[in-house]
């Protein structure tokens, strides 16, 4: 019923959006008669889009002189019919966006372009903003599209008509370093119709559209906007319908081929401005309500810009421009990593930044080492999640701490001692979200590092400040990001940012929508019945052959006297750095998902029923009881019994230092960890004292009678959290020839402390 009333509320959206257009259109050309276009019937452009295009198409563009006031109005005007009749009617063919949340919460209704000049991307939603301020939210570009480096406003010209012209600048910034930034000349105008209804309409200048000519900047290439923008209607008793309509040409053509996804996608576009326009929409009108809790007591306003200097600070990074003060450094004969320095942080930092804890009087700047590379097979959603979850995978205490000594008065000397917490522990502290939480915001406590200094070892608690976009592996086209920087304990609204971090973006639109969330475990393989084996199949042919681009950026503040040497550490910890993520991303492919369990294919594979099965024949064997209550000879149904089953249990090599091979969902929570990094979990970090002193106790009579209870006790989890437990059994799990394969271990009745 809801779907229903959901499709009939949309088309009586579409037809109202049609009427009302149709009339103030025709209203504005009989007050306006002198700025007709060249569709001289009476039939609105809403209703005959592709009418309007033949017409257009068929007759000449009439003379004018596109550099003055009228000329201007005359281009203004087209855009707007040309707008219009892609944003409710047909000029562009658009096909409804896979991978939008449905149901009452959804953002709206997304569609993108199909097999049309350029991309395109288009958005209807309802919002509690009036229009007013919907459209000086959406004019302030800069506020929320993050690629947006910079928007100048030229000229603003008013019209008779009460509407406004503006030409507009504007540099957007590359995604990777393996691409130029693009910029844009347009001409936007800004209409109120009869109704009340807003109008905020863009196109580019260019030689065809006649008018004047913009900037041109070195190192960017000039982009186009085709006519796009923003229909802003009022509704009765409050709010706003908004449509919003972007239609661009990224000349795909100047970057390497690999890369052209990036620029020919329209799912990426779609992510990149039209979503994420609606989005902050959204975003500000839930805040206004005043329902928007404060994180740290910090308003959302405030948070919302701590975001916003961190992806900037990190596009900065990326992107390195000349006229903020980068120029590369001399590389040492390999050019996977390049290293940037900038002598003048101040200009990059910004003057309302207190940057003066960054930088000594004696001298000094930023250095940042970046690196691009291509990915295969690996969801850009669940290698940040990764790289997020399990910082020790990949970062280096020392280079953290580091870039904590930085910050503090006198940068290479920390005062002060404070007593740690658990060595190399992260905690993370939440901040801030948006309303689909496809963003968060929050600091990340890294608990009892050590630095070495003076030949004496300090240890302190640091602090990061970590921004997290993009985790949902069911949004087509999203681009995911983890970005960071270190800040002190007294985190002041003023503080300076050097932000790091890693982007991963998809290079291969997905054809179609996928059946379920795929992640680290084995849930998306528990089917029961032949069903199962289908959908794992499928799934993995569908993410075959896909490609992503990786972008590492991590900057370094240094003084010039040790300016070498932070660059050597720079180059070779990127490296490092490279190297893991490499490592992980192999694991968290398709094809190596099964990783210790030596799965050749989907974790559904023969090898993971094989060990569900010896695991609960060795139980019932050993003990005499029955592990998992299903068919043994429904192997389908023995793992779903397994991964479902209350309890956490989970296998241990059979080593002198055992590590994890394989645990239960309940088992992954218990340690707050997934299946590839089980893999590098020892039993030995995971017991306490007492623990470890049973097991070794009872390890004998394991071996030779197959099992043993253990008392109750407490364990710690992969995040340092204690964990306490009712019992635990082990039991040596044997293979179908009796061999001995693996210890397995139940935890009962466990719970965090």
């Known amino acids: 019923m809801n779907k229903l009333l959901m499709e009939e509320n949309d088309r009586l959206q579409k037809q109202v959006s049609r009427l009302v257009y149709e009339n103030g259109y025709m209203r504005q050309q009989l007050h306006n008669p002198s700025v007709a276009t060249t569709d001289t019937s009476c039939e609105s452009v809403v209703t005959s889009g592709q009418h309007h295009q033949q017409q257009n198409a068929a007759a000449p563009r009439p003379q004018r002189d596109a550099n003055n006031p009228a000329g201007l109005l005359a281009i203004a005007e087209e855009t707007l019919a040309e707008f219009l009749s892609k944003a409710t009617g047909t000029a562009v063919d658009w096909v409804q966006m896979v991978g939008m949340k449905p149901g009452p919460d959804s953002i709206g209704i997304i569609a993108v372009s199909h097999n049309c000049s350029g991309v395109a991307a288009r958005a209807c939603g309802l919002v509690s903003l009036e229009p007013t301020k919907v459209a000086e939210i959406l004019k302030d570009r800069s506020s929320w599209y993050r690629d947006c480096r910079c928007v100048d ?45 807003l109008v905020i309409c863009e196109r580019s200048l260019t030689q065809s559209t006649g008018g004047p000519s913009g900037p041109n900047t070195p190192n960017f290439v000039r982009a186009e906007v085709l006519p796009s923008g923003y229909l802003i209607r009022p509704c009765e008793g409050g709010g706003s319908m908004i449509h919003i309509v972007d239609h661009v040409d990224l000349d795909a053509w100047s970057v390497p081929e690999v890369l052209r ?28 309500s005043g329902e928007m809790p404060y994180g740290g007591g910090r308003q959302p306003a405030v948070l919302r810009t701590f975001s916003q200097r961190l992806s900037r600070g990190f596009n900065d990074a990326v992107n390195g421009f000349p006229d903020d003060g980068w120029s590369l450094m001399s590389s040492d004969g390999s050019e996977d990593v390049t290293i940037a320095i900038n002598s003048s942080p101040n200009k990059l930092v910004g003057s ?6 960054l ?112 985790v949902d592996e069911n949004a087509a086209g999203a681009c ?28 291969d639109a997905k054809t179609d929508p996928p059946s379920g969330t795929r992640t680290l475990d084995l849930a998306s393989t528990l089917e029961v019945g032949s069903g199962g084996t289908t959908r794992a199949s499928s799934d993995a042919s569908s993410t075959c052959n896909t ?82 209550r299903a068919d043994t000879q429904c192997t389908d149904a023995s793992l779903k019994a397994l991964w479902q089953h209350s309890d956490s249990i989970m296998c241990c090599s059979l080593k002198a230092a055992p590590v994890f091979t394989f645990a239960n969902q309940a088992g992954l929570d218990m340690l707050e960890t997934t299946l590839i990094a089980l893999q590098d979990i020892s039993l030995e970090k995971i017991l306490d004292d007492d623990g470890r002193k049973a097991l070794c ?14 008392p109750g006790g407490v364990c710690v989890s992969s995040m340092g959290r204690p964990v306490s437990y009712e019992q635990a059994v082990a039991w040596k799990v044997l293979s179908d020839d009796d061999t001995p394969h693996c210890l397995a271990f139940m935890f009962v009745n466990w719970s965090f402390v």
Not at 426 to 435: C, E, K, N, R
Not at 480 to 495: G, H, N, R, T, Y
Not at 576 to 604: D, F, W, Y
Not at 697 to 710: C, D, H, R
Request: one cysteine or more; hydrophobic letters at 45%.
């Open 352 to 357: 309302h930044v207190n940057s003066s804890q």
């Open 153 to 197: 406003i030229l000229h603003v010209i008013p019209t008779g008509n009460g509407g406004t012209i503006e030409l507009i600048y504007m540099q957007t910034y590359a995604p990777t370093t393996l691409a130029a930034p693009r910029d844009f000349w347009t001409l936007r105008y800004t209409s109120g119709l009869e109704d009340g209804s």
């Open 261 to 288: 996804p990036l620029y020919e996608s329209p799912k990426i576009l779609a992510q990149k401005t039209t979503i994420a326009a609606l989005r902050h929409i959204r975003q500000i009108a839930h805040e206004s």
């Open 480 to 507: 995911a990001q983890l970005v960071f920087a270190p800040i002190d304990e007294s985190f002041a609204d003023d503080a300076p940012l050097l932000p790091s971090g890693f982007r991963v973006i998809p290079l």
């Open 547 to 628: 490609r992503s681009v990786l972008t590492i950026a991590f900057q370094f503040s240094y003084e010039n006297h040790l300016r070498e040497s932070v660059a050597a550490m720079a180059r070779q910890y990127v490296r490092t750095v490279v190297a893991s993520v490499q490592r992980v991303a192999m694991a968290i492919a398709p094809s190596r998902l099964g990783g210790q369990l030596e799965m050749k294919q989907t974790p559904g594979s023969p090898e993971a029923h094989t060990l569900a099965r010896w695991i609960g024949r060795s139980y019932r064997f050993h003990t005499g009881a029955e592990l998992l």
């Open 359 to 470: 930088f000594s009087a004696i001298g000094g700047g930023i250095l940042c080492a970046k690196a691009s590379m291509l990915l295969q097979n690996v969801p850009p959603a669940l290698l940040v999640r990764f790289l997020r979850e399990h910082r020790s995978e990949w970062a280096d205490p020392g280079v953290d701490a580091y870039s904590a000594a930085a910050l503090r008065a006198s940068p290479y000397a920390v005062p002060g001692l404070r007593a740690s917490g658990f060595m190399g522990s992260q905690v993370i502290l939440p901040l801030a979200h948006t309303l689909e939480h496809e963003e968060f915001l929050e600091v990340i406590r890294l608990e009892g590092h050590s630095l070495c200094h003076d030949e004496v070892v300090l240890s302190r608690d640091m602090y990061l400040l970590q921004l997290c976009s993009g």
């Open 697 to 710: 106790t009872e390890y004998p009579k394991i071996m030779q009678q197959g099992f043993a209870y253990l």
